[in-house]
Nanobody
Framework: QVHLVESGGGLVTAGGSLRLSCATSGYTGGRLAMGWFRQAPGKEREFVATISGGGFTIDYADSVKGRFTISRDDGKNTAYLEMTSLKPEDTAVYYC???????????????WGQGTQVTVSP
C-alpha cells in the first residue's frame, strides 16, 4: 500500500541541474526518514543522501557533497534532491527510499520508489 514515486529525472548536459521529487502515499504512520540512492550502469546501488524525519539530520555521499541538496516538506513524507553542477559520472537511476528509522535507511530501507533516470551528457 505504501508507494514512493520519484519524478524530475531527465537528460541534461554536464554542468546542468535537475530537481528530483519523491512523494509518499499510503503510509499511515508519522514522519519517515527519507533518502536518495543511485545505481549507475554496471555498478552497485550506492547511497547519495539522507534526511531524518524531522529534517534536522542530513548526510551526503562525498561524491555529491557541495553539489546536491536534500530537503523535505515539513510534516510530509515528501523529499527532494536538488542536483547542480552535474557530471557524466552522476548518470544513474535515482531511487527514493524511506524508513521509520534514520539509522536503518542506509542498511535496508522499508520502502523504495521505482526509480527515475538521470542522464548527464558530456
Amino acid at each position: 500500500q505504501v508507494h514512493l514515486v520519484e519524478s524530475g529525472g531527465g537528460l541534461v548536459t554536464a554542468g546542468g541541474s535537475l530537481r528530483l521529487s519523491c512523494a509518499t502515499s499510503g503510509y499511515t504512520g508519522g514522519r519517515l526518514a527519507m533518502g536518495w540512492f543511485r545505481q549507475a550502469p554496471g555498478k552497485e546501488r550506492e547511497f547519495v543522501a539522507t534526511i531524518s524525519g524531522g529534517g534536522f539530520t542530513i548526510d551526503y555521499a562525498d561524491s555529491v557533497k557541495g553539489r546536491f541538496t536534500i530537503s523535505r516538506d515539513d510534516g510530509k513524507n515528501t523529499a527532494y534532491l536538488e542536483m547542480t553542477s552535474l557530471k557524466p559520472e552522476d548518470t544513474a537511476v535515482y531511487y527514493c527510499a524511506a524508513d521509520p528509522y534514520t539509522a536503518l535507511l542506509t542498511i535496508k530501507p522499508e520502502y523504495w520508489g521505482q526509480g527515475t533516470q538521470v542522464t548527464v551528457s558530456p
